[in-house]
């Protein structure tokens, strides 16, 4: 793993670090957040193995929580990174930050002229279909391949995740935290894609990637109304977003209130889509997601 940059903030690390990644067949980069002050000075591991499975043993003596957060259509790694504001009161709650990128990159990788199709726009799935199936398994790198290099070279505590994210990453949190039960605490959204086989945003990439576009498995209303989460969530909508018919995000409303969902979804007046939008609710997030990391 490459060290792109390590920067000091508000106390702790913020990272960015580039690895091959196998299951995407291109390298691939992703910012991490490490908190430190009174928590103590958690720097990145260094060597082969860092704080490895074998050095922490069955204790998290040391280790942060983690709060992984998905980006939306168009954005990098960076976007969050830099503009939502998080390090301060990640810093102060001592929750560590991971931010992955959003698809696959490179000269070799497969793109599409429209920005909401290929890089850039992974949609966090496993594709199927030519020309995108070399490169285009991003549900398995944020699940399976990037998890199981943080956890093992830096001081995480893999016991004690969250999940969040922002519209196409607000897809990716709510699917992920639904269809893999008992690995988040907590997930939250933040204008989240909430019923992509019924919107454009959603049947044209699962038409691409996939072959079909009834990939209810990527569809977090209907993984609300058919599984829930067996933790708290909280969603954060704005009522002036301009793409509001595209998330039909009131549909995801309905679920949880149908379900009777641990959870909350409020619509927060003249509010976009923007980053101003999820650095003004950000505090938020964090909050609630350490609530539910310490317990």
């Known amino acids: 793993m490459e060290v792109v940059s390590e920067n000091r903030c508000f106390g702790g690390t913020q990272g960015v670090y580039r690895h091959r990644s196998q299951c995407c067949g291109c390298d691939m980069t992703f910012g991490l957040f490490l908190p430190g002050g009174d928590r103590g000075d958690r720097g990145p591991a260094t060597g082969n193995s860092g704080h490895g499975n074998a050095e922490r043993g069955n204790s998290n003596d040391g280790q942060a929580p983690a709060l992984w957060y998905l980006s939306g259509l168009t954005c990098t790694h960076e976007n969050a990174m830099v503009k939502a504001g998080a390090q301060k009161t990640a810093s102060r709650l001592g929750v ?10 490179g000269d070799g990788v497969a793109d599409d002229d429209a920005y909401d199709l290929g890089q850039g726009a992974g949609f966090y799935v496993d594709a199927t279909e030519e020309p995108w199936a070399a490169n ?17 070279r830096f001081p995480l505590d893999s016991g004690r995740q969250g999940i969040t994210g922002h519209s196409m990453g607000g897809h990716g949190a709510l699917t992920a935290a639904m269809r893999l039960p008992g690995r988040y605490r907590s997930v939250s959204a933040f204008a989240p894609l909430s019923h992509p086989t019924e919107s454009d945003w959603g049947r044209k990439q699962f038409s691409a990637y996939l072959g079909r576009t009834d990939a ?10 058919d599984l829930g989460f067996d933790g708290p969530v909280l969603i954060d909508q704005g009522s002036s977003d301009q793409f509001l018919d595209l998330l039909k995000s009131s549909d995801l409303a309905e679920a949880m209130n149908t379900r009777g969902q641990e959870g909350r979804f409020r619509m927060q007046p003249g509010y976009d889509h923007s980053y101003f939008f999820v650095s003004t609710f950000m505090d938020d997030h964090l909050e609630f997601h350490a609530d539910a990391l310490r317990n």
């Open 96 to 105: 560590a930050l991971i931010f992955p990128d959003t698809s696959p990159r």
């Open 136 to 152: 285009y398994r991003m549900w398995t790198y944020v699940t399976e391949e990037l998890p199981g290099l943080v956890f093992d």
């Open 216 to 225: 209810q498995e990527h569809d977090s209303t209907l993984l609300m109304r």
